[in-house]
């Protein structure tokens, strides 16, 4: 974990000594809470960090969930006020879009991966939150979301961005694209204004060279059928399968600590002593669960481009390698989803075990933009390793914010729907199309 200093953040004015011990633990807390996620953290190593006595913290806060509180709030409120500030701003001097766009993916970066521990943590932890916490919390997340509809509906209206898509997936597609680089970005190597740059153009601008094609395939959809078995399984092969699954759903629904021995037998539909025949501990679980969801993922986009006769060249077969991505993450494979979802969550051994798969299922990437790129299909300004990153953390994204099953009238999509528009987008860009 890193070792920078600790930034309390204070309110204005004159502070009592409490006042400031209370900034501290806070302070210590969000460090805490962002680099090694909520359910590693406890209070005994919130007491260290902030060089304190453990049982000294208990005459400030009552539990580590009203820390967290704390933090949560602190995070997105300052986020909030200062894209507020800029938004106000933008429309008293009726600045042009782009210029504005940019300072907001500027700053919501900056906020993510420099400024402010508390809003990583607002961004990495509140998924898999009890229900109680993310409740009391919505309202803010809300606001922040409106005013960024706010600002993308003005654009749509005045004809300067894509207006074959509704807004929400829209700003959600733009917020995943900046979320998701708290899980690869380091600040101390490159400078957060790099990256901002090339997002903004990336994401205004798209990656193809020629936007004029059709970028998106009416492909068939292959049924992937991952989670079962080609062959005919043993009784206790079955059984292992239905423990693995059962995991997967409580992980990617819930988060790792509502996975126990005893919630996993329940959800498989077993006698809790059962679990314990066929795996030795909820860990063996957890990485069996983690390593099928990569593979899947890794396996089935493998499959997909190596397909050349259907995505004969490279736009095809980045918009076929997306349209794969997707289908695992909400039709295939659970495994793939629970992966995705609590990965920013995990304890770096756990992360580290793993990482080899991760690795080259980014090879994997890496090789299909390279490919595009080297034929002339997408623009040669683009650095590939950057723009994996940031396509991926646009998909992987939408774990936290779509549901397949919902109504997709309106402003609600179909998964079809939203992969289409994913495609369009990291394709042809956010601008609108001449």
Not at 90 to 98: E, S, Y
Not at 386 to 398: C, K, Y
Not at 425 to 434: A, R, S, T, V, Y
């Amino acid at each position: 974990m890193t070792t920078k200093p600790l930034k309390p953040m204070l309110p204005e004015g004159p502070h009592s000594k409490s006042a400031q011990t209370r900034a501290m633990i806070v302070a210590a807390a969000a460090r805490q809470f962002r680099f090694e996620g909520y359910t590693a953290t406890t209070m005994r190593k919130i007491a260290e960090l902030a060089e304190m006595e453990a049982g000294s913290i208990y005459y400030h806060f009552e539990s580590k969930e009203e820390i967290l509180g704390e933090v949560l709030e602190l995070g997105l409120r300052r986020l909030y006020n200062e894209v507020d500030i800029i938004l106000t701003a933008a429309a008293i001097q009726k600045a042009d879009f782009r210029e504005t766009f940019s300072k907001l993916i500027d700053t919501h970066l900056n906020f993510l991966l420099t400024e402010s521990d508390f809003t990583s943590v607002n961004i990495r932890n509140f998924p898999t939150l009890p229900e109680p916490l993310r409740k009391s919390h919505r309202p803010l997340r809300r606001a922040y979301s409106d005013l960024w509809n706010g600002f993308l509906t003005e654009a749509q209206d005045a004809g300067v961005i894509r207006t074959d898509m509704a807004i929400a997936p829209l700003r959600q597609f733009v917020l995943g694209a900046l979320n998701w680089t708290v899980e690869w970005y380091d600040p101390d190597r490159y400078p957060v204004s790099a990256l901002s740059e090339r997002l903004s153009k990336l994401l205004l601008e798209g990656m193809a060279l020629d936007t004029g094609s059709t970028l998106v395939l009416a492909a068939e959809d292959k049924p992937q059928n991952s989670t079962v078995p080609a062959k005919v399984e043993r009784k206790s092969a079955r059984t292992r399968t239905k423990v693995l699954s059962a995991a997967a759903r409580i992980i990617r629904d819930r988060g790792y600590k509502a996975a126990t021995m005893r919630a996993i037998a329940t959800e498989a539909g077993i006698e809790a002593g059962s679990v314990y025949y066929h795996f030795g501990s909820k860990e063996e679980i957890l990485d069996k669960v983690l390593d099928k969801g990569l593979r899947d993922l890794l396996d089935g986009v493998a499959e997909t481009v190596s397909d050349a006769h259907t995505y004969p060249n490279g736009q095809s077969k980045i918009a076929a390698a997306i349209k794969t991505h997707m289908a695992y993450l909400f039709r295939s494979s659970e495994f793939t989803s629970a992966n995705i979802r609590i990965y920013g969550q995990l304890p770096k051994d756990v992360r580290t075990r793993h990482w080899p798969v991760r690795h080259e299922y980014a090879k994997l990437w890496d090789s299909i933009l390279d490919e595009a790129q080297k034929a002339g299909c997408i623009r040669s300004d683009i650095k590939i390793v950057p723009l994996r990153q940031v396509m991926l953390g646009a998909l992987n994204w939408t774990v936290e914010w779509f549901d397949p099953g919902r109504n997709h009238a309106g402003e609600y999509y179909s998964l079809q729907e939203l992969t289409e528009m994913l495609q369009k987008l990291l394709l042809g860009g956010l601008l609108k199309q001449n």
